[in-house]
């Protein structure tokens, strides 16, 4: 999992998105040096970010280039046509952020850690990819072009092997030499409805395990002298998140109250973080946490990706194909 966080009280969280908002709401609609640009796209509403200047990147807490985020609440139910329209869109952004060629050749990574169902959608993701880099030279002449040549690993954890992700990633891209890295990961959230319900895109790479306090060296175009490309879904939430909209919930429901209640309207929703945050760290830390039926929601989530990763990477693969990979 990775992250990036705001101010040093704000929760953590991976999306762009939510940073903008948490600047709009403090400082107004125009966040200088960011451009947002929305966009709904057949029920499916996509927000392109992009970080210009270094001033909004010390702002946002995010590395400058661009975000791409989808949010479609249906792709964690079981709703086949409202998966397909969602890997549908996430083709067409995918393509349009890595500007693929016809012969572009790809490395897929499927971060995370298989052993721990929030940490595993990488892995997952990684099951339902079509691998073809070793079938190039079986592909019929009136597919080339249309069946890039893809290839595909989870490198597991450092706790699970004892080498860091990026010093096997970047073994791999030296003897692979991919055109371009695409590494899929679950990532962490500032808002319970985005678990599950958003996919984040970013051209800046990627800092695998920062998400849960246990930052590790970054898989990016620096690093790796190639593109790379950071696909996301949140699968967890902090716990200082969860308590904070609780007692704005409950502040809302109690207005005009006077006493305590009172004193709490009238701090503004970081004041109110910062004093959840001091109240909960002695006890909990960084405690993030994940729906109950994280397995479920992980397993469908997956295969909408996979499917949009498939389409997107392999411009052969219609509609009825795409079905095989989101059963």
């Not at 080498?163 to 891209?173: L, P, Y």
């Not at 695409?182 to 970013?202: N, P, Y």
């Not at 002298?225 to 909209?245: M, Q």
Request: proline fraction near 6%.
């Amino acid at each position: 999992m990775s992250s990036s966080s705001g101010s040093i009280f704000s929760v953590y969280t991976d999306l762009a998105l939510e940073e903008t908002e948490r600047l709009t709401a403090q400082a107004g609609p125009h966040i200088p040096g960011v451009n947002v640009i929305q966009e709904p796209i057949d029920g499916i509403q996509v927000t392109r970010v992009q970080v210009a200047t270094k001033e909004a990147e010390r702002a946002m807490g995010k590395e400058r280039g661009r975000y791409i985020t989808i949010e479609a609440p249906g792709i964690q139910d079981k709703n086949r046509l409202a998966q397909e329209k969602v890997s549908f869109v996430l083709a067409k952004e995918l393509d349009s952020l890595c500007n693929l060629g016809p012969h572009t050749t790809v490395l897929i990574i499927g971060l995370g850690n298989w052993n721990a169902t929030p940490d595993a959608l990488g892995p997952k993701v990684i099951s339902h990819v079509l691998v073809t880099r070793h079938l190039q030279g079986y592909v019929p002449p009136e597919l080339k072009g249309t069946l890039r040549s893809v290839s595909a690993f989870a490198p597991g954890v450092m706790g699970l092997t004892g080498i860091e992700t990026s010093e096997i990633v970047r073994g791999v891209v030296d003897r692979v030499k991919p055109d371009l890295v695409l590494c899929v990961d679950a990532l962490c959230a500032r808002s319970v409805e985005r678990l599950m319900t958003t996919i984040q895109l970013a051209d800046t790479g990627i800092q695998p395990g920062s998400g849960v306090g246990n930052r590790r060296q970054g898989i990016t175009t620096k690093s790796l002298g190639i593109p790379v490309v950071a696909l996301g879904v949140p699968t967890v939430v902090a716990a200082v998140t969860i308590a904070a909209d609780t007692v704005d919930i409950l502040v809302n429901q109690l207005k005009g109250t006077v006493g305590f209640y009172q004193i709490l309207q009238e701090m503004g929703h970081d004041d109110k973080r910062r004093l959840v945050n001091e109240v909960l760290s002695p006890s909990v830390g960084d405690l993030v946490v994940t729906p109950k039926e994280v397995d479920v929601m992980v397993d469908e989530v997956s295969r909408v990706v996979s499917g949009g990763l498939n389409m997107a990477l392999h411009p052969s693969i219609g509609p009825d194909d795409l079905a095989r990979y989101i059963q």
